[in-house]
């Protein structure tokens, strides 16, 4: 009766395991003229309710973070570095193109942001999902033979929705996209 019990369980729990959350697949941090360089893939499926959202035209508003610790034995680590990457992905029903716009700050009316537009929803959110290159410090702010810890998060920004989104996302799961991960970097010879 038990094994019996289990199993049932575990058939009912299987639709919940399927539903796979937000993974990164890649993740590399490399030290280079330019400074300490980032690229990352992230790996998620909206959920219908933020895809019923993005055809009527609601934005929405993703957030890219890294930050780089210096290890320390004797203390807290020491952050060294915090880069941030804001994506604003919009759906324009009258012209049925996709807008990213890409912004190191949060997206508002002014500031300085770079815009790309795409044709279907999947090539703008494998844009939304993939960052090369970007360059979260500088080089002058690793020394060579230290050690240091990247943490790189990923998030969709529920706080820039408008507020009825907002108080609706609330315990909601399908509003929660989010993923993180800790890299070591050793920083090998001089430069």
């Not at 729990?13 to 893939?41: F, K, N, T, W, Y």
């Not at 993939?130 to 002058?140: D, G, L, M, N, T």
Request: proline share 4%; net charge neutral.
């Amino acid at each position: 009766m038990r094994l019996l019990a289990a199993c049932l369980l575990l058939a009912l729990a299987a639709p919940v395991l399927a539903d796979a959350p937000a993974e990164i697949v890649q993740l590399q941090v490399e030290r280079g003229e330019e400074g300490v360089l980032l690229s990352a893939a992230v790996r998620f499926e909206l959920p219908q309710v933020i895809e019923d959202a993005l055809l009527k035209g609601i934005p929405m508003f993703f957030v890219m973070e890294s930050v780089l610790y210096r290890d320390r034995w004797y203390w807290y680590d020491r952050e060294v570095a915090h880069a941030t990457r804001h994506m604003r992905l919009s759906y324009q029903p009258l012209t049925r193109r996709w807008r990213l716009t890409i912004s190191p700050t949060v997206i508002g009316n002014s500031g300085v942001a770079l815009g790309q537009t795409f044709d279907t929803d999947e090539e703008a959110l494998a844009a939304v999902q993939r960052v090369s290159r970007w360059k979260i410090a500088e080089a002058s702010d690793v020394v060579a033979g230290e050690r240091y810890n990247v943490e790189f998060r990923f998030r969709l920004d529920v706080s820039q929705l408008a507020r009825p989104f907002q108080i609706g996302a609330v315990g909601q799961a399908d509003w929660n996209i989010s993923v993180s991960r800790n890299h070591r970097l050793t920083i090998d010879g001089p430069r």
